[in-house]
Nanobody, 124 residues
């Protein structure tokens, strides 16, 4: 059974950094596109970043471009989200996602596999 498990969330001050990790199992996720979405209280789930299976393709939401970096280590079945210069508006539950192809990555409905989420809280 496919499983995605996020870790690395926590409480950080504005301007700080965090690195989220997502360990994938149960599928050959090294051939899958991977990504991150987030959802803040009272708001809709939004796209954050995505990366192709070979890591030569990536996409970022405008709100995080230049501050967040997505990467992957296929040997470890792990995808990362390095976040710097964090802002209070980055506070949300962050979800790791996976799908077979890198297309339409900003549409949450097209990602079949989801982790349980990890909380990121940025204090001002």
């Amino acid at each position: 059974q496919a499983q995605l498990v996020e870790s690395g969330g926590g409480l950080v001050q504005a301007g700080g950094s965090l690195r989220l990790s997502c360990l994938a199992s149960g599928r050959t996720f090294s051939t899958y596109a991977m990504g991150w979405f987030r959802q803040a209280p009272g708001k809709e789930r939004e796209f954050v970043a995505a990366i192709g299976w070979s890591a030569d393709t990536a996409d970022y939401a405008d709100s995080v471009k230049g501050r967040f970096t997505i990467s992957r280590d296929n040997a470890k079945n792990t995808v990362y989200l390095q976040m710097i210069s964090l802002k209070p508006e980055d506070t949300a539950v962050y979800y790791c996602v996976a799908r077979l192809i890198f297309a339409g990555v900003r549409d949450s409905r097209l990602w079949p596999y989801w982790g349980q989420g990890t909380q990121v809280t940025v204090s001002s």
